[in-house]
């Protein structure tokens, strides 16, 4: 080998080792942001909902044993055609007392409660899915759980997820819109 291909070689080598370093820093920090803006927004949200919770908490009394799950109306024409939010208006905050089966909706701005309505969770069921018994060739199904109000409250088509767990609401703060397809 001459001393030029070397010396290219050697040379490609170096840049590459270079270029892994660069990107290995930028990962790091990248990871790193990524993890102080995660825990600055959950201190932030959590003391959102202790400060609504104490000023809710001036105007009725709130159930207690529990943290409840914020939720923000982010688009009042998708919950329109709900009772519990037609005088929401976009901002209103939400405050989700699971175990305590309420929901309360607050407006921020004039500092007034809108509403305050039941949750119904359905206990999971342990039965076996239902099949299609048309002879249809229909495929199994099985029910969807929803969190419903007798008056309309509050519907979801899905189990309320607060976070990367289950359908179980943890005391976090979920920052997108109820609403209902």
């Known amino acids: 080998m001459s001393k030029k291909s070397l010396f290219l070689i050697l040379l490609f080598f170096l840049l590459l080792l270079i270029a892994i370093s660069v990107g290995a820093f930028f990962f790091i920090r990248y990871q790193q942001t990524k993890l102080d803006l995660s825990q600055t927004k959950t201190t932030a949200t959590n003391k959102e909902v202790e400060e609504l919770v104490a000023k809710i908490g001036k105007i009725m009394v709130l159930p207690t044993g529990e943290t409840p799950v914020l939720a923000t109306v982010s688009d009042k024409t998708k919950l329109s055609n709900q009772d519990f939010f037609k ?6 905050k939400v405050l989700l007392y699971f175990k305590a089966k309420k929901a309360i909706l607050y407006d921020p701005v004039a500092g007034k409660i809108i509403d305050i ?7 999971p069921s342990l039965a076996l899915p239902k099949s299609d018994t048309t002879g249809k060739g229909g495929s199994p199904t ?14 979801s088509p899905k189990p309320v997820t607060t976070g990367e767990g289950g359908p179980t609401p943890t005391p976090t703060t979920a920052t997108k819109v109820l609403h209902s397809p």
């Not at 005088?87 to 209103?92: C, E, F, P, R, V």
């Not at 309505?117 to 206990?123: A, F, Q, R, T």
């Not at 099985?142 to 519907?155: A, H």
């Open 87 to 92: 005088n929401a208006k976009n901002g209103d």
């Open 117 to 123: 309505g039941p949750i119904y969770v359905p206990e």
């Open 142 to 155: 099985s029910p969807i759980p929803t969190l419903t109000s007798p008056t309309g409250g509050f519907t």
